[in-house]
């Protein structure tokens, strides 16, 4: 741990000692504003990566209701059918079992 720095009073600051502290404050409140532009950046990929999983979502379930309509009617011909069959299949993977 560093020793701190000799703390001033008012009659013992010298004008070179104020300049210092003030040009660290600037220093700091920059490094905190650009944190806060990667910190709002980062928010909005983050947003905007939730947006599209759930639009992705969204067009698995209408893919899936289609294939699932497609399914139990009896006019579908067997060629759709069995498209929707393999789409399903494709949407809901069997995972081996170990």
């Known amino acids: 741990m560093t020793q701190p720095a000799e703390r001033h009073t008012v009659d013992t600051i010298t004008s070179n000692a104020l300049d ?23 928010m909005d990929a983050a947003c905007a990566a939730v ?3 759930e639009r992705a979502e969204a067009a698995i379930e209408r893919v899936r209701a289609e294939c699932m309509a ?22 809901d993977p069997q995972e081996p079992q170990p």
């Open 20 to 42: 210092q502290l003030y040009a660290e404050v600037a220093t700091v409140r920059g490094q905190m504003r650009l944190l806060d532009a990667m910190r709002q950046s980062h």
């Open 51 to 53: 947006q599209r999983a």
């Open 70 to 91: 497609t399914l139990e009617s009896r006019h579908s011909h067997q060629f759709r059918r069995d498209q929707c069959e393999r789409i399903l299949a494709a949407l």
